[in-house]
């Protein structure tokens, strides 16, 4: 019999707790097994993982954009990956870098990282996004730049929707046409297409475009949300980032009058979301330190949603949508992050998790 370590899993909603054991990077059946010792969990709850679905592990905060090495990037993305793994984050959806070397650390062994599901160097038109960061390209190169993108072992291409050009306001980088043709290049490739919109104008034509991921999307409507969650898309709000956004442009400029009325315009779709069976998702896009997700997730419930909701937010809707199978079963991937309160009651107890566990190596307490 293998030797083997058990816990207890409490799962949110439980009362009661079941044993179960981990051999090298998988659960096991305790009766399977031979038990070397025995981790102290039975009166905490426990969930497969924290999930922050728009991640920039190659940068610390946005004032980096454009002024960091491809060193600096590839060394990030790795002490960000165990930023991550420290506070029970333990899968990433990384929005895209201005490098593809963040790439590099998918090579990481497994249990020294998330779960991640990556895109590599942003697509933005010619000014559409910050200076020496995407790659630039017009409506007429868009198509050729998604299948390169989407060439990689990536698994996401992120795309620029629109961006705001001094004098002008918010513009749409790329036509319904356009992103149409980037989507479905994309989509034969086998990668997913992750869309930035925080303007009016462009939010509708994203999802028009059947992009599979809205990222911000103050301006989405309830028809947006229909049309969304009929095939399955997905929506990362990121209030908390969009919230610090307007504390830097200050409230009474043009840009956070208009940001400001996006947070009350996804406040107000938060409960519509949740009731058309939208795929909504946490994600931190650097407002907070990486591993800190769970701050978002107490946003998203703040501002409309549901206390389960927000918790499968973070956590089961993101392992859902991304196709990572994760559970407390024989057989499984040992992920475990194991918190003091029942989540589904106390969202706040996913700020501090007592223990976590990626593929068996007990991470925290380190």
Request: charged share 20%; glycine share 10%.
């Amino acid at each position: 019999m293998p030797m083997a370590v058990l816990v207890h899993i409490k799962e949110p909603g439980s009362i009661s707790s079941v044993p179960l054991a981990i051999d090298g990077d998988r659960f096991v059946d305790p009766a399977a097994a031979t038990i070397e010792r025995e981790l102290d969990t039975a009166r905490w709850w426990a969930i497969p993982g924290l999930a922050d679905c728009h991640a920039h592990l190659g940068m610390e905060q946005m004032g980096d954009a454009g002024r960091l090495t491809d060193a600096d990037m590839e060394a990030n993305a790795a002490r960000h990956a165990a930023m991550q793994l420290e506070g029970g984050v333990l899968l990433v959806l990384d929005k895209g870098s201005s490098s593809e070397v963040t790439l590099r650390v998918l090579d990481t062994a497994a249990d020294r990282r998330p779960e991640l599901q990556m895109a590599g160097r942003i697509i933005a038109g010619p000014g559409g996004y910050y200076p020496f960061y995407a790659m630039e390209v017009d409506e007429e190169g868009l198509a050729d730049a998604v299948a390169e993108a989407a060439a990689t072992a990536a698994g996401w291409v992120k795309i620029i929707g629109d961006w705001p050009r001094r004098g002008e306001g918010p513009r749409a980088n790329y036509t319904l046409a356009g992103l149409r043709r980037a989507v479905s290049t994309a989509h034969a490739a086998g990668a997913r297409v992750a869309i930035h919109t925080m303007a009016p104008a462009v939010a509708g034509v994203a999802v028009d475009a059947g992009v599979d991921s809205i990222e911000h999307g103050t301006f989405l409507t309830e028809a947006d949300l229909e049309t969304l969650a009929a095939r399955g898309g997905a929506w990362v709000p990121t209030v908390t980032n969009t919230a610090s956004i307007v504390e830097f442009l200050g409230t009474d400029s043009s840009g956070g009058k208009l940001l400001t009325e996006g947070l009350a315009n996804v406040a107000s779709l938060l409960p519509a979301a949740e009731r058309l069976g939208v795929t909504v998702l946490a994600g931190t896009d650097l407002a907070v330190p990486h591993g800190r997700v769970a701050i978002e997730a107490v946003a998203l419930r703040d501002a409309g949603l549901s206390n389960p909701a927000a918790l499968a937010a973070v956590s089961t809707a993101a392992y859902s949508y991304a196709g990572v199978d994760r559970g407390f079963r024989p057989g499984a991937v040992a992920d475990v992050v194991f918190v003091e309160a029942d989540p589904l009651e106390e969202l706040e107890t996913l700020l501090a998790p007592r223990l976590v566990i990626r593929a068996g190596r007990v991470v925290r307490p380190s």
